[in-house]
């Protein structure tokens, strides 16, 4: 018996090295790439950068319209993938009898979460740009991120939701609220930080994508800031790519500058939410 103790103790002694090493490299990692993106970033951070459109063949200037761009994209998915990923999560969680069909929609969502992005693009492009006739424009990108965005969402929704005892519904279906007012009044505000930090997360992808962007929303070089939601814009993602690959004798800085701006701005949005997270859950009690 003792040496089936000693086992057991030496297999978790392993375990927890192998896993706390494992972190500890993921972490190293992380913390070697963002510092290196600063010190190689920092150099080219200027109000012109920030506020000034390239030129000079993107050779100097700035990046306001691909910043406005990426917002502009950001800000449509959002309007677009939310409240669908949410309803869906939602029905799955609390509504979706256990059965064949429910099964098959799940499996639908996790597929959808392992396509690659490029496939995604050409969705977009044959369906939201061609199809629809949407053309190159804010609208057609959007929407395509969208449907890259909602297994994200949608599962993270769910689970938030499943993390909620079930004795919180049954006290307020006990007091006479509705099914529908229990879920709202009593289940989402509960379930809230994992649905936002999920939704942030699948956000903060779409943000960084450049493939789906390609054939549906991005431009090479362009000055003007959109207006409509049909015009094509410049987006960081893709103005990074375009800066290392097909613009000779430009200045690293600006390379890095770019990469740091699309760092900085989808770590603030994730520093935000696992705030925001962190200090509802203090609040919550069950």
Not at 66 to 95: H, R
Not at 101 to 108: F, G, K
Request: hydrophobic share 50%; aromatic share 8%; proline share 5%.
């Amino acid at each position: 018996m003792s040496r089936r103790i000693r086992q057991a103790r030496l297999t978790q002694t392993l375990a927890v090295a192998i896993t706390g090493a494992a972190a500890a490299f993921i972490v190293t990692a992380a913390l070697f790439l963002l510092g290196y993106i600063l010190v190689r970033g920092l150099p080219a951070m200027s109000w012109e950068f920030i506020s000034q459109p390239p030129r000079g063949q993107m050779k100097a200037g700035g990046i306001l319209p691909s910043i406005i761009g990426t917002l502009a994209l950001t800000s449509g998915t959002a309007a677009f993938a939310l409240p669908v990923g949410v309803a869906a999560g939602i029905y799955l969680s609390e509504y979706a009898p256990r059965g064949r069909m429910t099964r098959i929609i799940r499996l639908a969502i996790s597929n959808m979460a392992g396509v690659p992005s490029i496939v995604y693009g050409l969705f977009g492009l044959a369906l939201f740009v061609i199809l629809f006739s949407f053309g190159t424009s804010i609208l057609a990108g959007a929407l395509t991120l969208a449907c890259l965005t909602l297994p994200v969402i949608i599962t993270a929704t769910e689970e938030a939701l499943r993390q909620i005892p079930s004795d919180l519904r049954q006290a307020s279906l006990a007091l006479g609220a509705t099914r529908w007012r229990t879920i709202y009044r009593v289940v989402l505000p509960a379930a809230a930080p994992g649905i936002v930090t999920g939704s942030i997360l699948g956000l903060a992808r779409a943000a960084g994508e450049t493939a789906p962007i390609l054939f549906t929303a991005a431009v090479y070089y362009k000055r003007q800031l959109p207006t409509s939601i049909f015009d094509d814009v410049m987006v960081l993602p893709y103005h990074i790519y375009i800066l290392a690959t097909q613009v000779t004798g430009r200045p690293d800085d600006i390379i890095w500058g770019t990469a740091l701006i699309l760092v900085g701005g989808v770590t603030a949005g994730s520093v935000i939410a696992a705030t925001w997270r962190s200090l509802q859950r203090k609040k919550v009690r069950w």
